[in-house]
């Protein structure tokens, strides 16, 4: 079996540590993730720059590691969400258009528009208008959940914030969501 | 609606998007290769880097204390009750000069974490942020959250909140303000009916004892009044299952911590081992690791910086 598929994140970077190239197995193992979730917010061709962006980054970073946390990915998610917030804007526009509209903004071929348009059904559209709406900080959390699938643990080691943080601006963001979808519940209360 | 309909509608939102193909990654895997070639070996290991951002962080943090405190030469306490009791005197002996409710309470707030050895994903964080918080609670409160030294590439933020009247968008009533809590009784059963109300509306369904001490942990992660703190010291001191050992604050500071026991796992108050003023805490989970806070460098003061006038108020919590 390849040493890429039975070692830990950590200990792929810390051989990068002596062995730079070594890197490029974290790449192959988690750039797709993290692509497709860039992808999900900002659309293909933006993911390409913020995965580029993110990667360098994190290796230029990786002598910091910690390499008591044998997975990388929320430490590479924490990354990417710098990165994001450079598009905050456009992001912002993209689920605005799509509220509108029913079709992302990159959605340039008049059959996948129509496909798009055929699948933005009703609840879709406010929940992107939602999105638009929400804190930058308080999408990255809710996203983080949704979206990358991480922990509340994952999601504070990866921004750096406490625990008790993020659950107050996910509540916040679920608050809103819930809103979007006619919600009448009130309790926002969830376990970890 | 279910409470998870909202996370699930999400999730669905843009899932279609596929992963993306070798070919459109291999641009950026080039790019970080070539990045990777042009670095040289290294001479030797360069370890814990981190470790010495972090410890060079805790020193500053550690600096220049604010309030004097009184030092009171305690022989040695023999239970966590003791420590309870010497703390409940300490909180009334040392010198505090009571804020007007016009007044900020100014001070620094440290958490980190640590993951025990083997557990993904919680990994050490230290976090370093400064609050003034309105006396009466009756102007909005200033957040300063830093970023830590582990990740200085992360931006710093400013947040003005506002409390609500009623419960918040989370259904949880704010904190009670300094002021609110100078108007608690120091009556043992009234102020115990208080603690373990706030503890219950937290995490309800819980035994009496332990809504008391959620209450009482509650409580101390702000400042207190001297005459609510040493009060709360008292309560707390008759509680069942609390035991005594020697824990490091936040900030590195060794003292000594009353902890609690319970299925959950062991939650401590850490006490200066020598004027036994109240330091801060620690939450241990058995096999996934443990937080540590504390409240330092505590000050009053009459305004908010001048930076915060930039900043606008959010919505209240």
């Known amino acids: 079996m390849p040493l890429s598929t039975t070692l830990s994140d950590a200990v792929l970077i810390e051989r990068s540590w002596r062995d730079p190239e070594d890197f490029a197995l974290l790449f192959d193992r988690h750039a797709g993730h993290i ?20 990667f360098l980054a994190a290796f230029r970073l990786r002598r910091d590691y910690d390499t008591a946390r044998p997975e990388a990915l929320p430490w ?38 129509a496909l798009e348009r055929a ?19 308080d999408r990255d959390v809710l996203l983080l959940v949704a979206w990358a699938d991480l922990t509340y643990e994952e999601v504070a080691g990866a921004l750096s914030i406490p625990i008790g943080t993020v659950r107050s601006r996910l ?20 376990t970890s | 609606m279910n409470d998870l309909t909202d996370l699930t509608e999400l999730r669905d939102l843009f899932a279609d998007k596929p992963h993306p193909t070798a070919d459109r990654l291999a641009p950026a895997r080039a790019a970080l290769l070539a990045e990777a070639r042009m670095k040289q070996r290294p001479r030797g290991r360069a370890v814990g880097l981190w ?11 550690t600096t220049a204390g604010v309030i004097a405190v009184q030092t009171v030469n305690f022989s040695a306490p023999v239970s966590a009750a003791e420590v309870l009791r010497l703390a409940a005197e300490a ?8 804020p007007r409710d016009d007044q900020y309470l100014h001070y620094e707030r440290i958490a980190e974490t640590r993951s025990e050895k083997g557990v993904p994903n919680v990994g050490p964080r230290h976090i370093t942020g400064e609050v003034w918080e309105s006396v009466d609670g009756s102007r909005p409160e200033l957040l300063w959250h830093k970023p830590s030294k582990s990740r200085p590439q992360d931006r710093e933020y400013k947040e003005l909140l506002t409390r609500c009247p009623g419960p918040g968008p989370t259904g949880v009533r704010s904190g009670p303000s300094y002021a609110d809590l100078r108007g608690w009784p120091t ?17 309800p369904g819980k035994d009496a004892a332990t809504r008391t001490w959620y209450g009482v942990r509650d409580v101390l992660g702000s400042p ?27 900030t590195g500071k060794s003292g000594v911590a009353v902890t609690r026991v319970d299925n959950q796992g062991r939650e401590s108050l850490i006490f200066d081992k020598t004027s036994y003023v109240f330091l801060g805490g620690q939450e241990l989970v058995p096999g996934q690791g443990r937080e540590l806070w504390s409240v330092t460098r505590l000050q009053i003061t009459d305004v908010l910086p001048a930076w915060s006038k930039s900043l606008k108020p959010e919505n209240c919590v």
Do not use: C
């Open chain 1, 171 to 190: 509540n916040r963001a679920r608050a809103v969501v819930r809103d979007a979808l006619g919600s009448t519940d009130p309790t926002m209360e969830q």
């Open chain 2, 51 to 61: 470790r010495l951002m972090l410890a060079g962080g805790l020193v500053a943090a």
């Open chain 1, 35 to 54: 692509h497709r979730y860039v992808a999900r917010r900002l659309g293909d061709d933006t993911a390409d720059d913020v995965v580029f962006e993110t």
């Open chain 2, 91 to 98: 909180a009334t002996t040392t010198p505090w000069p009571e």
């Open chain 2, 187 to 203: 009556d043992q059963e009234q102020l115990r009916h208080k603690l373990a109300e706030r503890g219950n509306e937290m995490y």
């Open chain 1, 119 to 137: 699948s933005a059904h009703a609840v879709r559209r406010p929940l992107a208008q939602a999105l638009a709406s929400l804190k930058a900080r």
């Open chain 2, 224 to 250: 207190v009044p001297p005459k609510q703190q040493a009060a709360i010291f008292k309560i707390a001191a008759a509680l069942p299952g609390i035991e005594m050992e020697e824990l490091k604050d936040a």
């Open chain 1, 76 to 113: 590479l998610y924490g990354i990417t969400t710098n990165f994001i917030r450079r598009y905050q804007r456009a992001e912002m526009h993209r689920y605005k258009a799509y509220s509108k509209v029913g079709v992302l903004p990159e959605a340039d071929d008049a059959a996948e528009q």
